[in-house]
């Protein structure tokens, strides 16, 4: 059984920093694609970044414009999110997903956490 935790969120000003941290037990991180996914309040669901230790490259939404990092720490099965420049528009519970199926996609097969808040103040 995959389990996914994050942890990291929490309520930063317009243009701070938060690092989100997310430990994935059941399933080697050199094994597939994990990433980061968003919702925000009456929003869907949207990928942020999502990363290949194999091929050892990230992929990056859109919206993301070089602001955020996302690395592993492959001893400790963990994938992280350095997120700078922050605005209100960021705002939304972000989950750590593992074993996706392509970069910034979801399947069947995706396991997920419970989220972490981030709110950022105007």
């Known amino acids: 059984e995959v389990q996914v935790v994050e942890s990291g969120g929490g309520l930063v000003q317009t243009g701070g920093s938060l690092r989100l941290a997310c430990t994935i037990s059941?399933?080697?991180?050199?094994?597939?694609?994990v990433g980061w996914f968003r919702q925000a309040p009456g929003k869907e669901r949207e990928g942020v970044s999502s990363i290949s230790v194999s091929e050892g490259r990230p992929y990056y939404a859109d919206f993301v414009q070089g602001r955020f990092t996302i690395f592993t720490d492959n001893a400790k099965n963990t994938v992280h999110l350095q997120m700078n420049s922050l605005e209100p528009e960021d705002t939304a519970v972000y989950y750590c997903a593992a074993d996706l199926p392509s970069p910034l996609r979801i399947g069947p097969g995706t396991s997920w956490g419970q989220g972490t808040q981030v709110t950022v103040s105007s």
């Open positions: 059941g399933f080697t991180l050199a094994d597939g694609l």
